[in-house]
């Protein structure tokens, strides 16, 4: 279980394989602290440890994730966002996240506004159902709070608001307009929408 906090942005350090991959990150965690077998979250997807080193720590990658997240993009020196899995009795800072990416997105925009950043992400219109205004998302294991909701012809927009600080902690500082990012809907989102299939 995350936050959606981010705590690290890492880079790649290797890509190892052609069906499953293993890949390699660099960290600035103390990795002596990180267990072989420990959940971490990379760029919003969950992902286990199966090796570490000093500041590097090593995942595998399934060809199903790889199918669904933004993973097969990375390359050598692609920042990732990190999150280390929650501990009982830490503070809950973002929301409910599980690690379990729901989809891909497209930013179709991403422009300054004042010290602000205003990202706009294409989605299916069937997974728009998931996204309400004033709700939470979270983009490349980012947490973040929907502004606006658009249903148009080519899918759903959703739009959010960068502050300054997310954009300096985060590996958002990197994006452009047509980047594919790993899209994570509000846990509570998925059950109503079930919900209201059985209904």
Known sequence: MFTG???DVGSVKSVEGS???RVVLNTDYDTATIEIGASIACAGVCLTVVDKGLNWFSVDVSKESLKV???AGWREGSPVNLERALKVGEELGG?????HVDCLGEIRRFDS???SVL???LVTSEMGLLAAKKGSLTVDGVSLTVNEVSDTSEGTLISMNIIPHTQEVTGFRTNKVGDLVNIEFDILARYISRLQERA
């Open 69 to 71: 997240t933004n993973i």
């Open 19 to 21: 069906g499953d991959i």
């Open 119 to 121: 990202l706009q992400i």
């Open 113 to 115: 506004i004042n010290d």
């Open 95 to 99: 929301h409910i996240v599980t690690g």
């Open 5 to 7: 906090i981010v705590t």
